[in-house]
DNA sequence: GTCAACTAGTTCTATATAGAAGTGCATAAC
DNA sequence: GTTATGCACTTCTATATAGAACTAGTTGAC
């Protein structure tokens, strides 16, 4: 087989290793989504393991949501949910109108030198800046900046923009592997300064809602960092606890 | 035993109508936090299941939070981690300053009529209402308004204001053996009317941030809707997504 | 008194096995 | 052609067992 580049810690149990070992597999695309994985048979077999040993290790694939385990018809690659998990805020607020997905523009890409701050939370001092502009029925909606480091994302800025859909993270997955596990949202309060200002066709000085996300790779580390302005008085944000 | 008042669908299998049924003696307050419960095998004897079998239940459990398994020792009742996880927002953004937890001081507790909204949301028409204030270092911070239904907290209004802490969750817990699973927070910005501005020390229009919070009990039913109210520049919401 | 060794009890890992429940496809019956 | 039936295969449930890893208390040596 010899399908792992690194290998889990030997202390580790058997289940845990077998974990890691499928979730490397999947982040290097072995299976396209929705595709059957090998049964638990077939895998206990190979790994030279009891079946109940591949079940533990399936099953917690399973819980953290790369795996969807169907009885009767086999282990499936799920196909990342972004929109319900990770985009699901700012919802125009509308009085019967349910929430739309507002359509993305890219307005510019580039390798920029980062704030201190920014190198530390990504770990880098090479990052691919990307100025983005989300809109519903040609109102502007929301600015956002994002930046992502080169090293993981190598060539993002010349990816033809009609390649990139609405939404980065199924980008970031299927063109570089980068599956994002976890975000962490802020959001605050504050006012637009000039740039904003013109993003979104506001005065200087008016109310703005600001989210600022970091978001984590399944290693643990920082993949992303992102803030994003929008109008305050148009502004919702929903958040499950729990 | 006899310990079940209701009792879980007999088609369901058997890990988890005994996960059911702990659930149950523990809302029940059958065990103390970081009391143990009985031991695998004594709980494997006593429900005439397999080890395996109550494992799986315990493990579920523990996954839900609920339990704490400590190899070695045993299985424990976990003391839910209200403040981290439920009350975790509205940190004062002061330069260096840490967070800590703001005084609360209730206002108000009286038996109301719902508004059409919240009835439907808390499934009842008669609910207490409790009026709260937040503040830091004698600065007003957040203005809430909890709605409770009366039917699951009777004679919540009659309670001591000395007996009752900073936080609700627990009471709630302690003494009525309703536990908040989760909640959903809705965040949005405003401005203040005038009992807000009053309250809160600012002036009518002032902007301010609104968290609108529905929470729920581990059946799934609301439990408490609130809306709090504080000042939009001194506002930071945080959330982890995934 | 202090520290080490032991012990009973606990959860955790791993294996093996049997059957139930469900899926998807091929074949047969009409 | 359409509908059953059967079959191979899958995951799911449940049981049983053996030993490893760990905890907390007791006992014993000094």
Same mark, same amino acid.
Request: hydrophobic share 40%; net charge neutral; charged share 25%.
């Given at each position: 087989m010899a399908h792992a580049s690194t290998v889990s810690d030997d202390r580790l149990p058997a289940y845990l290793r077998l974990r890691d070992d499928?979730?490397?597999r999947i982040a290097a695309g072995e299976w396209q989504p929705d595709e059957a994985l090998p049964s638990d048979n077939r895998l206990a077999a190979e790994h030279a393991l009891s079946?109940?040993?591949v079940r533990k290790a399936l099953q917690q694939l399973s819980d953290e949501g790369l795996l969807e385990r169907r009885q009767g018809a086999g282990?499936?690659?799920?196909?990342?949910?972004?929109?319900? !998990?990770?985009? +699901?805020?700012?919802?125009? *607020?509308?009085?019967?109108? @349910?929430?739309?997905?507002?359509?993305?523009?890219?307005?510019?890409?580039?390798?920029?030198?980062?704030?201190?701050?920014?190198?530390?939370?990504?770990?880098?001092?090479?990052?691919?800046r990307i100025e983005r502009l989300r809109c519903l029925s040609e109102q502007p909606l929301l600015f956002e900046e994002i930046y992502i480091p080169q090293a993981r994302f190598p060539g993002f800025e010349l990816i033809p923009a009609e390649d990139i859909g609405p939404l980065l993270y199924p980008v970031y997955f299927?063109?570089?592997?980068?599956?994002v596990a976890r975000a962490?949202?802020?959001?605050?309060?504050? !006012?637009?300064? +000039?740039?904003?200002?013109? *993003?979104?066709?506001?005065? @200087?000085?008016?109310?703005?809602?600001?989210?600022?996300?970091?978001?984590?790779?399944?290693?643990?580390?920082?993949?992303?960092?992102?803030v994003a302005s929008g109008r305050a008085d148009r502004f919702r944000y929903r958040s499950r606890i729990g």
């Open positions: 499928i979730a490397r079946v109940g040993t282990t499936f690659l799920r196909k990342p949910a972004f929109d319900a !998990t990770l985009f +699901r805020f700012f919802q125009v *607020r509308e009085h019967g109108a @349910e929430q739309s997905i507002p359509t993305s523009r890219l307005i510019s890409r580039a390798v920029v030198t980062p704030t201190k701050h920014l190198a530390d939370t990504l770990g880098t001092t090479e990052v691919i299927e063109r570089f592997g980068v599956f962490e949202d802020e959001v605050s309060f504050g !006012t637009a300064d +000039r740039t904003i200002a013109l *993003r979104l066709g506001m005065t @200087e000085g008016d109310p703005v809602a600001r989210i600022e996300r970091t978001a984590f790779a399944m290693t643990g580390e920082a993949i992303e960092w992102r």
